[in-house]
T-cell receptor, first 114, second 115 residues
Framework: AQKVTQAQTEISVVEKEDVTLDCVYE???????LFWYKQPPSGELVFLIR??????QNEISGRYSWNFQKSTSSFNFTITASQVVDSAVYFC???????????FGSGTRLLVRP | NAGVTQTPKFRILKIGQSMTLQCTQDMNHNYMYWYRQDPGMGLKLIYYSVGAGITDKGEVPNGYNVSRSTTEDFPLRLELAAPSQTSVYFCASSYSKDRGNTEAFFGQGTRLTVV
């Protein structure tokens, strides 16, 4: 079975704190893709990162970084020095078969307080 | 370049009415998808298409129908609307890249309320 679990329903931090959003996935396939999307209060879905299962290198993009560990089936997302504009719901998603459809986690709502 | 365009943005339907949610993309993507997002939840796949003339069911297809007569358009039809179909609907598209697909490009969503 394929599944994505985001155990943290809601996280609240004070601006400038670092925060890590957890994502655990389940799949039997050896080839798969992992994604993170951001959904700000305005409701649109903003793509953040795509990672394939053959590339376990961690990635950093500005204040954002991602830690992919196949051994624990996790793809965690860290925001360094959080800002109020980071307040949003963040979704982790898995894609595997030839349809490339996305299986979403239930999302983590991040609130960054001034 | 408009990307993925959904219409309408908002709609209120009465129980038993029907409607079509429109989705069009101008990126020549072969893959298209319809998802629904219930309050406080992640997105669930309703239907998808891997190319013109080809459609298949996703996780929650009951009460919906789709067609894909062109690469650009992927309308979602609701027949006999029910309160359980109150949701936000997202259309998305993607294309093949690097032994897989790109990220999905999403439309702005359609907020549907069935009363």
């Amino acid at each position: 079975a394929q599944k994505v679990t985001q155990a943290q329903t809601e996280i609240s931090v004070v601006e400038k704190e670092d925060v890590t959003l957890d994502c655990v996935y389940e799949t039997r396939d050896t080839t798969y893709y992992l994604f993170w999307y951001k959904q700000p209060p305005s409701g649109e879905l903003v793509f953040l990162i795509r990672r394939n299962s053959f590339d376990e290198q961690n990635e950093i993009s500005g204040r954002y970084s991602w830690n992919f560990q196949k051994s624990t089936s996790s793809f965690n997302f860290t925001i360094t020095a959080s800002q109020v504009v980071d307040s949003a719901v963040y979704f982790c998603a898995l894609s595997q078969d030839s349809s490339y459809k996305l299986i979403f986690g239930s999302g983590t709502r991040l609130l960054v307080r001034p | 370049n408009a990307g993925v365009t959904q219409t309408p943005k908002f709609r209120i339907l009465k129980i038993g009415q029907s409607m079509t949610l429109q989705c069009t993309q101008d990126m020549n993507h072969n893959y298209m998808y319809w998802y629904r997002q219930d309050p406080g939840m992640g997105l669930k796949l309703i239907y998808y298409s891997v190319g013109a003339g080809i459609t298949d069911k996703g996780e929650v297809p009951n009460g919906y129908n789709v067609s894909r007569s062109t690469t650009e358009d992927f309308p979602l039809r609701l027949e006999l609307a029910a309160p359980s179909q109150t949701s936000v609907y997202f259309c998305a598209s993607s294309y093949s890249k690097d032994r897989g697909n790109t990220e999905a490009f999403f439309g702005q969503g359609t907020r549907l309320t069935v009363v």
